[in-house]
């Protein structure tokens, strides 16, 4: 088969694209013809090796050669102890940490997958389960009337919460470079801001902070807080990590707010509810390019860049 593999950690030189045997599944596994690989930052940042949690799959290589984790697509062989899919089956799943969605066949645990609903592509199928279960765990952080800001909100999980958030009733705040505001406008975003133009920790304040690219201290999120008010970092660098984790705590205990990093619950029962309210019209899925699988090293650069409104998908099988 066809994949996109890498050996060493760096940029998008390192990717290349080769034949390798397509890969069989265990026994609680399933083999996935995969039509559709939605990009995520953790795509990224497994490609360059940082923030150095980005390193899980190996410290000085990396372990799992190729990347793509949100994939949508056909069953095509299954293990003996799989009893809930057949082959011909359409579904969907997040596959880390095995990755493997920037081929023409994954092998994904059975239990990490959901079927494809009547009236959900494929293609917008593989844009839910990463994205879509931070949204709406993030999103359930807040209670309607609440003032939410949402700092990296021009993305895939932007994208998801800004709606799920304005359907709820919360006033939302959206973050992202100039090119964003409007796509985030058209979301339903209440405010937008240019992060390069306007510090957002010094507008305010929120109820809830919801962070996708945290990299401040966090006496700037704490300033930024209504008393009372969360913050919930989900990606960022390392060091705000460490930050967040430490001294973010004692600061939002002494003030009387809450400051810490969001655990991410995954599988199909965290990711499915959302699919169900695209196929009732209650959310739109933003689909900006589907790349051939011959120019991931496009697609990702046009993500990692920060240009994509929405959505960027891998199509291994063509369109």
């Given at each position: 088969m066809r994949a996109i593999v890498y050996d060493r950690y760096g940029?998008?030189?390192r990717l290349r694209l080769a034949h390798v045997p397509v890969p069989t599944p265990g026994s609680t596994e399933v083999l996935i013809q995969v039509a559709a690989t939605s990009i995520n930052l953790s795509d990224w940042e497994g490609l360059h090796g940082s923030p150095a949690y980005a390193r899980f799959g190996g410290l000085t290589r990396p372990h799992r050669k190729i990347l793509g984790s949100d994939i949508a697509g056909r069953v095509v062989a299954v293990g003996a102890d799989v009893t809930r899919w057949r082959i011909g089956d359409e579904v969907y799943g997040d596959t880390m940490p095995r990755l493997g969605g920037f081929a023409e066949y994954a092998v994904v645990p059975a239990s990490a997958l959901a079927?494809?609903?009547?009236?959900?592509?494929?293609?917008?199928a593989s844009t839910i389960p990463q994205a879509g279960a931070i949204a709406l765990q993030a999103v359930a952080r807040a209670k309607p009337g609440e003032r939410m800001l949402l700092n990296g909100g021009g993305g895939g999980t932007g994208m998801f919460a800004i709606q799920l958030a304005r359907a709820a009733g919360i006033h939302v705040t959206a973050v992202d470079n100039a090119d964003k505001l409007a796509f985030m406008r058209e979301l339903g975003a209440?405010?937008?801001?240019?992060?390069?133009?306007?510090?957002?920790?010094?507008?305010?304040?929120?109820?809830?902070?919801?962070?996708l690219v945290a990299a401040r201290s966090v006496f700037?999120?704490?300033?930024?807080?209504?008393?009372?008010?969360?913050?919930?970092?989900?990606?960022?660098t390392g060091r705000t990590i460490l930050r967040v984790l430490t001294l973010g705590t004692l600061v939002g205990a002494l003030s009387g707010r809450r400051i810490g990093v969001m655990a991410v619950r995954q599988g199909p029962e965290h990711f499915s509810p959302l699919a169900q309210r695209v196929i009732d019209g209650?959310?739109?899925?933003?689909?900006?390019?589907?790349?051939?699988?011959?120019?991931?090293?496009?697609?990702?650069?046009?993500?990692?860049?920060?240009?994509?409104?929405?959505?960027?998908?891998?199509?291994?099988?063509?369109?």
């Open positions: 940029g998008v030189d079927e494809v609903p009547a009236g959900l592509a494929l293609i917008e209440d405010d937008v801001l240019d992060y390069r133009a306007r510090d957002f920790t010094t507008t305010g304040p929120y109820d809830l902070i919801v962070d700037a999120y704490r300033r930024a807080l209504a008393p009372g008010g969360r913050y919930w970092m989900v990606g960022g209650d959310v739109s899925v933003r689909i900006d390019r589907a790349f051939p699988l011959d120019e991931v090293a496009a697609a990702l650069t046009h993500h990692g860049e920060g240009r994509a409104l929405g959505k960027v998908v891998i199509t291994p099988q063509g369109a």
